[in-house]
């Protein structure tokens, strides 16, 4: 069982926005800023979307936002598109050098 | 280009060892803190374990703590994986992974190195 909880599916029609979410606890997603999300295509490496809740590596589409409240974070994909469709996993920073991660949410494009 | 190239992964029965490599390339390897992320066939992501630049600061999971070593060597941009007293729940892929544990933020995966445990 993973630590922090993220539906197992979610879905959109292209040019759609979708959101997911990320629930933990104070312990992790609640008491610190450091909540990453990472997209992963079948039979490929997680490429990290966004990290410390909000930001975006260079090269991530602006569709992808981050926010956090409280102990749940989300994922926002806006203006869906064929491409987008893959598993997001969250992840968050839990205290003594520790990082916990989502259980992951197959994202499918309708 | 930033380039992670995990080596080393196989068969091995239960109670057994395994050595996993990481060659990096495209980044100055050793300013940089690693990571070791595993991935359970169909499962989502679990943290293994980090080591600081210059190899002195270690961090396990407790999953591992005890049964895996990480290290590394930055004479040759490599990062390793120790793992001895395997257990069927370490069937994993296995990734290497750029970034600092204390910020949660891993910037670059290699393709990953699949371990199998069983008899």
């Known amino acids: 069982q993973s630590a922090l909880t993220q539906p197992p599916s979610a879905s959109g029609s292209p040019g759609q926005s979708v959101t997911i979410s990320c629930t933990g606890t104070?312990?992790?997603?609640?008491?610190?800023?450091?909540v990453s999300w990472y997209q992963q295509h079948p039979g490929k490496a997680p490429k990290l979307m966004i990290y410390e809740v909000t930001k975006r590596p260079s090269g991530v589409p602006d569709r992808f936002s981050g926010s956090k409240s409280g102990n749940t974070a989300s994922l926002t994909v806006s203006g869906l598109q064929a491409e987008d469709e893959a598993d997001y996993y969250c992840s968050s920073y839990a205290g003594n050098n520790n990082v916990v991660f989502g259980g992951g949410t197959k994202l499918t494009v309708l | 280009e930033v380039q992670l190239l995990e080596s080393g992964g196989g068969l091995v029965q239960p109670g057994g060892s395994l050595r996993l490599s990481c060659a990096a390339s495209g980044f100055t390897f050793s300013s940089f803190a690693m990571s070791w992320v595993r991935q359970a066939p169909g499962k989502g992501l679990e943290w293994v374990s980090a080591?600081?630049?210059?190899?002195?600061?270690?961090y396990y999971a407790d999953s591992v703590k005890g049964r895996f070593t990480v290290s590394r060597d930055n004479s040759k941009n490599t990062l390793y994986l120790q793992m001895d007293s395997l257990r069927a729940e370490d069937t994993a892929i296995y990734y290497c992974?750029?970034?600092?544990?204390?910020?949660?933020?891993?910037?670059?995966w290699g393709q990953g190195t699949l371990v199998t445990v069983s008899s």
């Open positions: 104070s312990s992790d997603v609640g008491g610190y800023d450091y």
């Open positions: 992974a750029k970034g600092y544990v204390s910020l949660n933020r891993f910037d670059y």
């Open positions: 080591v600081s630049s210059r190899g002195d600061t270690i």
